[in-house]
T-cell receptor, first 111, second 115 residues
Framework: QKEVEQNSGPLSVPEGAIASLNCTYS??????FFWYRQYSGKSPELIMS????GDKEDGRFTAQLNKASQYVSLLIRDSQPSDSATYLC???????????FGKGTRLHILP | DTGVSQDPRHKITKRGQNVTFRCDPI?????LYWYRQTLGQGPEFLTY????????KSRLLSDRFSAERPKGSFSTLEIQRTEQGDSAMYLC?????????????FGQGTRLTVV
C-alpha cells in the first residue's frame, strides 16, 4: 500500500461548481496533512494545512480530515478556470516526520 | 529573501557528467527536504535534513546521489555519473520544525535534462 494515495484523474468540473478531491494515507499515527496546488511546469504551492479532525475553511477552499478513516479531502467552491491544476495531498509520517506526497489529482475546470 | 531559492533553474548535461544543485531555504527554517518529480507523478522523497544533520536518505536512491547541508543553511545535491533516467525536476523545500505541524514551502525547482 502506498503511503499517500490519490486518484490521478483528470477530474472535470463545470465552472462555478464544487470540486471534491480525495486522499487516503497509510500511517495511522500521522497528524499533519497538507494540500498543494501545482500548475504545469511550476513547483507546488501550499494552499491548505489541517491537523485536527473536521473541517477547515479558507476562502473558497475547505479541507476535511477524518483520522479514523485515514482520509483527507479538499473542496473547492465556486470553481474557476484558474483552479485548473494538479492538487497534491501530503502527510507527515508519524514514524520519522518525513513529508510524503501522493501522485496528485489533475483538475480541469470547464468554462 | 522571502522564499526558497534554487539554482540553477535549468541544467542540461551529458550522460556520465556530474551535476550539483543548490538550495537556499527560508531563513531560520531548520528542516530542508529534497524531492524528485517526473511527469505525471508526485514529488518523490530523496532526503531531508534537520539543521546540518541528514536524517534519512531514500533507499530508492543510488550511491550516485549525495546531499549536504553544511552549517545548517544552504544545501547541495550532487548527482555523479548522470544517467538519462535522472532527468526530472529536483525540488527543494524548507520548513520550521517546532515539534510537529511542519508546513513546507518549495523553491522553483531545478529541471535536469540528461542527454
Amino acid at each position: 500500500q502506498k503511503e499517500v494515495e490519490q486518484n490521478s484523474g483528470p477530474l472535470s468540473v463545470p465552472e462555478g461548481a464544487i470540486a471534491s478531491l480525495n486522499c487516503t494515507y497509510s500511517d495511522r499515527g500521522s497528524q499533519s496533512f497538507f494540500w498543494y496546488r501545482q500548475y504545469s511546469g511550476k513547483s507546488p504551492e501550499l494552499i491548505m494545512s489541517i491537523y485536527s479532525n473536521g473541517d477547515k475553511e479558507d476562502g473558497r477552499f475547505t479541507a476535511q480530515l477524518n483520522k479514523a478513516s485515514q482520509y483527507v479531502s479538499l473542496l473547492i467552491r465556486d470553481s474557476q478556470p484558474s483552479d485548473s491544476a494538479t492538487y497534491l495531498c501530503a502527510a507527515v509520517m508519524n514514524r520519522d516526520d518525513k513529508i510524503i506526497f501522493g501522485k496528485g489529482t489533475r483538475l480541469h475546470i470547464l468554462p | 529573501d522571502t522564499g526558497v531559492s534554487q539554482d540553477p533553474r535549468h541544467k542540461i548535461t551529458k550522460r556520465g557528467q556530474n551535476v550539483t544543485f543548490r538550495c537556499d531555504p527560508i531563513s531560520e527554517h531548520n528542516r530542508l527536504y529534497w524531492y524528485r518529480q517526473t511527469l505525471g507523478q508526485g514529488p518523490e522523497f530523496l532526503t531531508y535534513f534537520q539543521n546540518e544533520a541528514q536524517l534519512e536518505k531514500s533507499r530508492l536512491l543510488s550511491d550516485r546521489f549525495s546531499a549536504e547541508r553544511p552549517k545548517g543553511s544552504f544545501s547541495t545535491l550532487e548527482i555523479q555519473r548522470t544517467e538519462q533516467g535522472d532527468s526530472a525536476m529536483y525540488l527543494c523545500a524548507s520548513s520550521l520544525d517546532q515539534g510537529g505541524w511542519t508546513e513546507a514551502f518549495f523553491g522553483q525547482g531545478t529541471r535536469l535534462t540528461v542527454v
